[in-house]
């Protein structure tokens, strides 16, 4: 069996510090408001309206199997349904478009600069994930950037709202970085939801337990 967490995949986690995630989760919460509070230029304002329009926006997909009326056609999977996400948004991130399913996730996870400590997340950045299944078929934890969601919303709690493509449709899951262990609560959002399900080979895992790290997105303006 291969056990799972940050031990377990510590060659492709080396970008998350999992001791400050502890630390320093509650800074993150308030950062998109400092921003705004403490910067009058141009940038805090718009990564605020475009928080804002990513937390709308997402409410109204959970439970499609994909993202409507997009210019450009994705794949109904983790990272076509972030490309046509920003995409109905009015942006766009600069990658190739004709790349499968594994190489839009890696390349989603490299296409802005790398997040080292969770007190710099906000909403509109993205989380990837290591190991979510056996990609090589080899029976080995080697297996990194195999699925990826969008930060939707910061809870005072710990929570993180992400928005993601799995199990065949749109998802909006809780994940908490400081809880660790799947919690199921009665008319409640599970939190840290199943990712991996058990088999011969690997134990389940949650979304905490598969997190690899944080990057945000260079976005372009669609024209």
């Known amino acids: 069996m291969v056990k799972t ?9 080396q970008d998350v510090d999992s001791s400050s995630v502890i630390r320093t989760i509650e800074a993150a919460l308030i950062l998109p408001f400092v921003l705004l ?7 805090p304002l718009r990564q605020f309206e475009l928080a ?3 937390q709308t926006h997402a409410s109204q997909m959970e439970g499609r199997k994909h993202i409507p009326r997009t210019q450009n056609r994705h794949r109904n999977d983790c990272s076509g349904t ?4 920003f995409e109905q948004l009015g942006y766009r991130i600069p990658l190739s478009m004709n790349v499968n399913r594994v190489s839009g996730t890696h390349h989603l996870a490299k296409s802005g600069p790398p997040i ?3 007190r710099n997340i906000h ?11 056996d990609r090589n078929k080899n029976r080995r934890a080697d297996d990194p950037y195999t699925h990826i969601a969008l930060i939707i919303k910061i809870s005072q709690n710990g929570n993180v709202s992400l928005l993601h493509h799995r199990s065949g449709k749109i998802y909006i899951d809780i ?20 990712l991996r399900s058990s088999s011969a080979d690997f134990d389940q895992a949650n979304l905490a337990e598969l997190v690899g790290g944080f990057v945000r997105p260079k976005l372009e303006t669609l024209r």
């Open 37 to 43: 509070v403490g910067c009058s230029h141009t940038q």
């Open 123 to 133: 909403v509109g950045d993205l989380v990837y994930f290591h190991q979510t299944y």
């Open 175 to 194: 994940m908490n970085l400081k809880r660790k262990k799947t919690i199921y609560a009665k008319g409640q959002k599970t939190i840290n939801p199943i």
């Open 82 to 85: 972030i490309h046509a996400f």
């Open 52 to 54: 804002r329009a990513v």
């Open 5 to 13: 967490g940050f031990a377990a995949n510590s060659h492709y986690n």
């Open 116 to 118: 080292k400590s969770i």
